[in-house]
């Protein structure tokens, strides 16, 4: 099991940047791929964007492409989430997430962090 933990969130006005961090511990070498999603009240968890371990390889959601930047840190197993441009509708609990593949979808996701808070005042 790979355990999770972000970091980073905060206030920030529209327009400002903001860097996440998701460091991870335990059974890192089975993980494939990592993702972060966000989630609001009375919705469901949206995909953001993922990296594929191995490669650096990213993907991201259509709404962030352009803005937000995942990387990691092999060294630190340590993966960051770089949003710039925030606009108000970014304000949401930020998620990061473990997989032993990639994809797009929350359900094959197998560990997950506590989410960190993002809040984009206009």
């Known amino acids: 099991q790979v355990q999770l933990v972000e970091s980073g969130g905060g206030l920030v006005q529209a327009g400002g940047s903001l860097r996440l961090s998701c460091a991870a511990s335990g059974r890192t070498f089975s993980s494939y791929a990592m993702g972060w999603f966000r989630q609001t009240p009375g919705k469901e968890r949206e995909f953001v964007g993922c990296i594929r371990w191995s490669t650096g390889g990213t993907y991201y959601a259509d709404s962030v492409k352009g803005r937000f930047t995942i990387s990691r840190d092999n060294a630190k197993n340590t993966m960051y989430l770089q949003m710039n441009s925030l606009k108000p509708e970014d304000t949401a609990v930020y998620y990061c997430?473990?997989?032993?593949?990639?994809?797009?979808?929350?359900?094959?996701?197998?560990?997950w962090g506590q989410g960190t808070q993002v809040t984009v005042s206009s």
């Open positions: 997430a473990a997989a032993t593949s990639i994809s797009v979808m929350a359900e094959n996701y197998n560990s």
